[in-house]
């Protein structure tokens, strides 16, 4: 019968009660163990399982109840258990088998109170001094570590683990005896002892080789983490592992899409992780990760998707939390061109707006169709004409996903710059061709009309117009010449554009515009023929006049100015500088 650790029996073990694990086992080597413990080198079977979603997290640290179930693991013979049962090991825990193994061997010990403390982590000179325990060949070594001196409680058993090569320590000479020993390590350590190797060849190119999402080819243990985890059969040439046959990888997922730390990963119907292959138009690369190209925009897109969704979301959940981030996240920044002929250009506008957190509808439309890549649909950026509410039409790019057939089109950058700057809210997530608020044009192969001849600018409206800027001349404009009839020839913007009507006749007119298209400032300037109704063509322009009319910005509607002098009338949209325009307007106009 197991005796019960109580005060009276702890007496006995005072001399090895007060110990850490691994110098309990040194003191209870005194008992004579049951059986010599001895690993089993042959069999190269699995030995550390990963998690439900696949990861192997081979930065967590280990228990000291999960390296007794690791260790006891690979023993070749049942120690028959040891004598002692600790308060805080349940007989029904599913380490106590495990911890019954390994006290029956004398490889480990409790503390003076009568506990085992399994869920503390093990340092890497507890491990590697319970390994020491296990029989092997003495070998000599004239190396040692900095930081195990000979008066360390452990430097015997560091330095057999140094001398057998389980152990070399960090590239500045360190072992860090007391950090916790991280599941990676273990298994590298473990995997020396048993001379197993992996197969370098094999995982590279054998088919169904286990996907560890959080853990890339890349990693400097993957081999010894490959290894762990996968029953195989092997030959041995020159010491070197060659796999003959394994037992393919499979998971608990369901099919479908995952998230798993901010990475993007597919499971096929054989409920295996798919890898080196394009799913629903999505490419995969050799670790199973979904890749955009360049690794600059996968890293930023990673830490992006991270920190809004989760895998027990939904699909179309993950896609409204990274619609919503790309909403909240960036700020609008009106200025710059994109040549959208160039190929990548949309690669090149999601890493700066990741970057920079700020751009304009070029830049939204691209991260934003990344961020739904990246939860598993075939988003694309699309270029072409948006249509604000009031019918005006501007060039605009937003993202277009097709999901069971129907197109619908996503635009978190006009409702996220019209909501702060006007407090304008649309919906414009997930919705069909023409049924958004604000439209949208895909861009047709344009016919090459011929242009007709431009009128004439009025030298007296040119004069007016740079008095109007006075000294704020440095804003980049472009004049036009306006006329009546504007735009039928589909070569020129419509007169609408300018003024949101037709119905307001004129003899002579000039707009001056911001040359980038996402820049809101337009003034403009009309003669008006002799005997014209100055305030009714005033309250048509008003009335009529589109202050969003650039699409991915606006002018507030309080700041549109619309004024008169004479037969002269100025329109004026501009947020920062419009009354200034306005009243330099009405102190330099003269009426003819």
């Not at 967590?60 to 023993?75: D, G, H, M």
């Not at 619609?323 to 002929?341: C, E, Q, R, W």
Request: net charge negative.
């Amino acid at each position: 019968m197991k005796k019960q650790v109580t005060a009276a029996s702890l007496a006995a073990l005072v001399a090895i009660s007060a110990l850490p694990i691994s110098a309990c086992a040194a003191a209870m080597n005194d008992q004579a163990p049951i059986k010599v413990p001895v690993l089993n080198t042959t069999d190269h079977m699995q030995y550390m399982n990963g998690y439900a979603d696949g990861t192997f997290r081979p930065d967590a640290p280990i228990t000291r109840a999960e390296a007794c179930k690791l260790i006891s693991s690979l023993l070749t013979e049942s120690s028959g258990g040891g004598d002692y049962l600790f308060t805080d090991v349940p007989q029904n825990a599913w380490y106590a088998a495990a911890v019954g193994e390994m006290t029956g061997y004398s490889l480990v010990g409790g503390y003076s109170d009568g506990t085992f403390r399994p869920d503390a982590n093990i340092t890497r000179a507890e491990f590697v001094t319970i390994l020491s325990r296990i029989p092997h060949d003495d070998i000599g070594t004239e190396g040692s570590f900095l930081d195990v001196p000979k008066t360390h409680w452990a430097y015997n058993a560091v330095q057999t683990a140094l001398a057998q090569g389980w152990v070399a320590g960090d590239p500045s000479g360190l072992f860090r005896p007391d950090d916790s020993i991280t599941r990676a390590e273990a298994v590298t350590v473990l995997n020396r002892i048993l001379g197993r190797t992996g197969d370098a060849v094999m995982a590279s190119t054998g088919e169904g080789i286990r996907v560890m999402p959080d853990v890339p080819d890349t990693h400097w243990a993957y081999l010894a983490m490959l290894e762990a985890t996968t029953d195989h059969e092997y030959e041995l040439t020159d010491s070197v592992e060659h796999w003959t046959s394994y037992d393919k990888e499979t998971t608990t997922l369901a099919e479908g899409w995952h998230n798993i730390n901010g990475l993007l990963f597919h499971v096929n119907g054989a409920q295996q992780f798919d890898y080196n292959t394009t799913v629903d138009g999505l490419e995969l690369d050799r670790n199973g990760r979904y890749t955009t190209g360049p690794e600059e925009l996968d890293k930023l897109l990673t830490q992006a998707v991270a920190g809004v969704v989760n895998d027990k979301m939904t699909q179309m959940e993950k896609l409204r939390a990274v619609y919503d981030y790309a909403k909240k996240t960036f700020g609008y920044l009106g200025i710059g061109t994109v040549d959208t002929s160039k190929d990548g250009w949309e690669i090149e506008q999601a890493i700066k707006m990741l970057t920079d957190k700020r751009g304009n509808c070029y830049s939204w439309s691209s991260v934003f169709t990344y961020l739904a890549r990246q939860v598993g649909y075939d988003a694309k950026a699309v270029v072409g004409t948006g249509v604000s509410p009031k019918g005006s039409e501007s060039v605009h790019a937003w993202t277009e996903i097709t999901i069971d057939g129907v197109a619908y089109t996503f635009d978190p950058q006009i409702e996220s710059v019209y909501a702060q700057r006007y407090g304008e809210n649309y919906d414009l997530f997930m919705k069909k061709y023409g049924e958004a608020e604000w439209g949208y044009k895909k861009a047709e192969e344009p016919e090459q009309p011929v242009e007709p001849e431009a009128p004439e600018a009025d030298a007296s409206l040119v004069a007016l117009m740079d008095k109007i800027y006075g000294d704020k001349k440095d804003i980049m404009v472009g004049q036009t010449v306006l006329y009546n009839g504007m735009g039928a020839d589909g070569t020129t913007q419509p007169l609408t554009w300018y003024l949101g009507t037709e119905d307001v006749k004129f003899e002579a007119g000039l707009a001056s515009e911001a040359m980038i298209s996402s820049q809101a400032h337009s003034i403009v300037l009309l003669r008006m023929p002799e005997g014209a109704d100055m305030e009714a063509a005033k309250a048509k322009i008003a009335e009529s006049i589109d202050p969003f009319k650039w699409v991915c910005v606006g002018v507030n509607p309080d700041k549109v100015r619309v004024e008169s002098n004479g037969n002269l009338i100025c329109v004026v949209l501009d947020d920062e500088n419009g009354d200034y325009y306005a009243d330099n307007f009405l102190s330099f106009a003269v009426a003819e």
